[in-house]
């Protein structure tokens, strides 16, 4: 784009105005208005940009912003994605608030917003144009596909990535340790290692729910995946973690986002599993759902996973809702009672009239934002006359230093409006930090990873997601 720049030099060529079409077929521009709906304004020239790109959300005016980046799947093909659309309401929230606390040295941050409507290979086109035109130091990505396409852009152009909802153990394996020892790649959601050892026990009895197992005997187990990096790696811990028969333990993977689910029904239809284990998007597990009952099994129990947790599966059900009720599932957990999450929960439904409870990973990406910028903060170092340049390997050392030190005894921070001021002070100062955030202890181990909690979930009558119990996973 900057070579096209001077190739075009000439006082006469910029003067011309934002009507005047060179030569080379670029319209001038002031500012992105000035073009076409899918151009967006750079260096003065109207330029292409992703297909989702092009919505920016902070102080834009601001000379001095750091920007970011965020490629997430806002919409599907089914039309928007309820819970990604309230998880970057949680983005924005923090944003603001550490706004209002004057960013980082002064600085505000925007960010620069793509929707992937659930595609990797778009994610990975708007992540390169964000490096490149954008010139973020960091971008948040979304789902474990999506987090891994990203990744193989930002990683080799030293760019932090940060995934609130990236859950697949592919993450961990990211060679991304280029320019910091701290690595590039970076999550507030724990691992399915975790999630499949808990799915596992509690539909074998290992796990007691209020002192007795969830079901009374489970001798047959269901299972229907998404065949994806999520929807494989969390079935294969799953699938080692119930000790059954072979023959009693049957499933079947699936494309995202299809229409024909038949061969998933007649399975389980034909298998009748005693609990059936959705692992997908509720687009999809809908689909499932509804193809199950008008194949002649309308009484079959489910169980969800994190990423069905979301208010799109009852709109979708509609008069169908009743088939869910009483399903349990399971999620990293956010309904905590402590006073992080609790002020979270109550400044995001006066910002946004929601209940951030009733969708997976809320209390991730609200904590993944106060990261970044006590990150940041970190990169721009104590010298506030003289700052050092916020670079994603600058950001990584910073986020190296907000786990527990074993020789030391780190300061304890509360992430949020509480907290997020002293927090500042003391990481740029190059302390050690120990934060607690709305989705919990952010305990980070040496792949960049948090362990976690999880809620066990109920689905109730009226359509919400009712918390039963939280639960800590297994160890091995």
């Known amino acids: 784009m900057r070579a096209l720049g001077l190739m075009m030099t000439g006082s006469a060529l910029l003067m011309a105005g934002c009507s005047f079409t060179t030569a080379g077929g670029l319209t001038e521009c002031e500012t992105s208005s000035d073009c076409d709906t899918a151009q967006v304004c750079n260096a003065g020239y109207c330029l292409p940009q992703p297909v989702g790109c092009g919505t920016v959300y902070g102080p834009t005016t601001a000379a001095n912003a750091i920007p970011l980046g965020a490629t997430v799947p806002l919409s599907t093909s089914d039309g928007p994605d309820e819970s990604e659309i309230q998880a970057l309401n949680s983005i924005k929230l923090a944003l603001d608030e550490i706004n209002q606390r004057e960013g980082v040295n002064g600085r505000p941050f925007v960010l620069h917003i793509c929707d992937t409507r659930s595609d990797a290979a778009r994610a990975a086109e708007q992540a390169q144009w964000l490096i490149r035109e954008r010139q973020v130091p960091m971008i948040f990505a979304s789902s474990s596909g999506q987090a891994l396409s990203v990744a193989t852009h930002t990683v080799p152009n030293g760019v932090l990535m940060i995934t609130y909802s990236g859950t697949s153990p592919d993450i961990a394996t990211i060679n991304d340790k280029i320019g910091t020892e701290a690595g590039l790649v970076w999550r507030t959601a724990p691992s399915d290692v975790l999630q499949g050892r808990i799915i596992g026990d509690l539909l074998q009895g290992r796990i007691q729910v209020n002192g007795a197992p969830l079901y009374d005997a489970v001798s047959k187990v269901g299972i229907s995946y998404v065949n994806d990096p999520y929807g494989q790696g969390l079935f294969g811990v799953t699938l080692g973690r119930i000790n059954l028969p072979p023959e009693n333990v049957t499933s079947s993977q699936y494309t995202r986002n299809g229409t024909d689910f038949s061969n998933v029904a007649q399975r389980i239809v034909t298998n009748a599993p005693d609990v059936e284990v959705l692992i997908g998007f509720s687009e999809d597990n809908v689909r499932i759902i509804n193809q199950t009952a008008a194949a002649g099994r309308d009484n079959q129990r489910w169980f969800f996973t994190d990423a069905g947790k979301d208010r799109g599966l009852f709109t979708a059900l509609g008069n169908n809702r009743h088939l869910v009720t009483g399903a349990y599932g399971t999620s990293p957990a956010q309904a905590r009672e402590d006073l992080v999450y609790r002020l979270f929960a109550q400044r995001f439904n006066s910002a946004f009239g929601e209940d951030p409870g009733q969708y997976s990973f809320t ?51 509360n992430l949020g409006t509480e907290g997020f001021a002293s927090a500042r002070a003391a990481i740029r100062n190059g302390q050690v ?41 297994p160890t091995e």
């Open 363 to 413: 209390a991730h990406a609200y904590d993944a934002m106060y990261m970044v910028a006590l990150g940041a903060a970190y990169a721009a170092g104590p010298d506030v006359n003289s700052p050092q340049a916020i670079t994603g390997a600058r950001i990584a050392d910073g986020l190296a230093l907000m786990t527990p030190d074993a020789d030391g005894t780190p300061l304890n921070f």
């Open 433 to 473: 930090i120990d934060v607690t955030g709305a989705s919990g202890n952010l305990d980070f181990d040496a792949t960049g990873e948090a362990p976690s909690e999880y809620e066990l979930f109920r689905v109730t009558a009226t359509g919400e997601f009712e918390t039963v119990q939280l639960i800590a996973p």
